[in-house]
């Protein structure tokens, strides 16, 4: 298994939780490490993405409450999500891209906000 998901559940509006993504060591160290959502009925997004050199990139939706980070030693991504509203609902995705290569995904995790 190239990343292997972790941590949705469920939790009330305005709380806190954290994803991870573990990541197999040569993906982690070359490809983009990104986080996507789909709720129902809409397509899936694209949440944050860190680069191997941990350049960051959010949607705007989730700037300033959302932050993405690398464990190198452990070469998992996290996705720290505070301040959760109801939209945020969906299934986590982590996918690891790098141009001209193949491209990986995770199984999903729910994560469900209630209001």
């Known amino acids: 298994v190239q990343l292997q998901a972790s941590g949705g559940g469920l939790v009330q509006a305005g709380g806190s939780l954290r994803l991870s993504c ?19 009925e809409k397509q899936r997004e694209l949440v944050a993405s860190i680069t191997s050199s941990g350049r960051t990139n959010y949607a705007d939706s989730v700037k300033g409450r959302f932050s993405i980070s690398r464990d190198i030693a452990k070469t998992t ?39």
């Open 77 to 115: 991504v996290r996705l720290q999500m505070n301040s959760l509203k109801p939209e945020d609902t969906a299934v986590y995705y982590c996918n690891a891209a790098k141009y001209g290569f193949d491209t990986y995904w995770g199984q999903g995790t729910q994560v469900t906000v209630s209001s």
């Open 22 to 40: 573990a990541v197999s060591g040569s993906i982690f160290r070359s490809h983009i490490i990104g986080w996507y959502r789909q709720a129902p």
